[in-house]
């Protein structure tokens, strides 16, 4: 045999058409998973479509509580499976790859492995377990279906949940799909609930989060407003929704807005908390700060969980006024308006709007009926909510030597807020003073020169509006009073207030 003969070359390939024969006289490599599938569906794998639905990431709960509520009919069985495969959360893996095989799975096929959950914490102290990654073997009578369950991707581009059916039979994919949505509307986890949707971060950064909210209950007895100015917002609100169908036989529609303005600190956030309060069956969705990026879908959970409200605060933020100088126009104020009028007529959402600066609202938003149908004006207290104020927040203390009047006439100009944080302020000193809580005239002396050395940050803070008669300095020209917006059907005027957060 010559050198050339005994060449690398020639070597090489002939060993590789050796080693290719011996692949050929080879069983051809199975996986024991596509075999299980297989056999469940008793027929082609590669012929059998796959029917695929997307979810919002915050449907995931539902989504299981949907499964569990389809799996729980009786005569119904399934055998939840696994997949191993490395980096599955990052991958979109679909069904169509895993029985088509491929290069993801390697020659042997996708091979089973740990199913992948995922906890979500719902309302009060409940934990919900979601599956995030498997598969379900389902039998039901003579029908047998796979049903793929894939989790938003912790990063890259897929970042939506993922539904995908396969079955012996076409219609019964369909009829699988078509009760899941059903047991997804019906039992959906945030109905009933106070809940609010914001952006995620890192790698969730497209995705809405929600959490859910115990807002501290507010009785009547806590909300000061001039005579009948509660009940008004009452009647467009809560009556309202008591005589829903019958509003709804007589044809009038059932979408409704109302807008509660004033200077910070007036009462507009107590007498929403008021408002959720009085209806417990209401889904209330929150929308405030980067929130308020996610109309399009808290509109969408509006219309799912009706009856519902959507609680937008410093609505300013979004909707302010076209025109305005150096001011261009928000995207945010175009889809605010377009989900308002999208809303059906037997759709029954309340959109609730406050803002500090109803003068630069957007008219189109404001002074139209059928967007705005209700404006209230929570302006300054006068004396005698000024007096109601200092006896609602002074319960539970012991007052000694004050004199009620002087304060009233002293707190001239303030907001329901600052008597809050007076009366906190006054206990607070009377708490360092010894081992009784007894509030003094001496302690509310203290409590509103503390106040007043905040200067203009204590007047944003705490809405801090006092006539400076009351510290004997002369009085400034009088305080700009928020304008008024045109074309609104103003309310009554009146106050109450809280300067927390609803989130919070």
Known sequence: MTDEELSPARFGTAFKAFMDAVLDQAAPPTSPLLDRIRTHLGADLTARPVIAEEFDPFEQPNVQVALDAYLQVDGRQATAVGIGVSNKRFMAISLSDLVGGGATFGRSGPAEGPVDYVNFRLDGDRVLSCVHFGLFLIRDGEARIVAFVAGPSDVGPHSRLRVEVMAGRREDAEAFLAELRENMRRLNVYRGHVISLSPGQLGMGRQPLVAFHALPRVARDDIVLPDGLLERIERHTVVFAEQADRLLAAGRSLKRGLLLYGLPGTGKTLTVMYLIGRMPGR?????????????????????????????????????????????????????????????????????????????????????????????????????????????????????????????????????????????RKAALLAASDGPEVVVTGRHLDAAIAELNEGGRLAQRILGFRPSAESFGQPRPSPVQQTPRPTGFPIGGSGSEGQPSHLGS
Not at 399 to 410: G, K, M, N, S, T
């Open 283 to 423: 889904t209330t969705i929150l929308a405030t700060g980067l929130g308020m990026g996610l109309l399009q879908p808290i509109a969408h959970l509006a219309r799912t969980l009706a009856p519902s409200m959507v609680v937008l605060e410093d609505v300013d933020l979004v909707a302010e006024e076209r025109g305005h100088p150096f001011q261009r126009s928000s995207p945010l104020l175009f889809e605010l308006l377009n989900e308002m009028d999208g809303l059906r007529d037997d759709c029954d959402v309340i959109f609730v709007l406050t803002t500090n600066r109803p003068d630069i609202l957007e008219p189109a938003l404001a002074a139209r009926p059928g967007r705005i149908d209700l404006a209230v004006e929570l302006p300054l207290p006068d004396a005698a909510g000024r007096r109601r104020l200092l006896e609602l927040y002074a319960r539970g203390l012991v007052l000694r030597d004050v004199d009620l009047d002087a304060i009233v006439e002293r707190t001239e100009g303030v907001t329901p807020a600052y008597v809050k944080e007076l009366l």
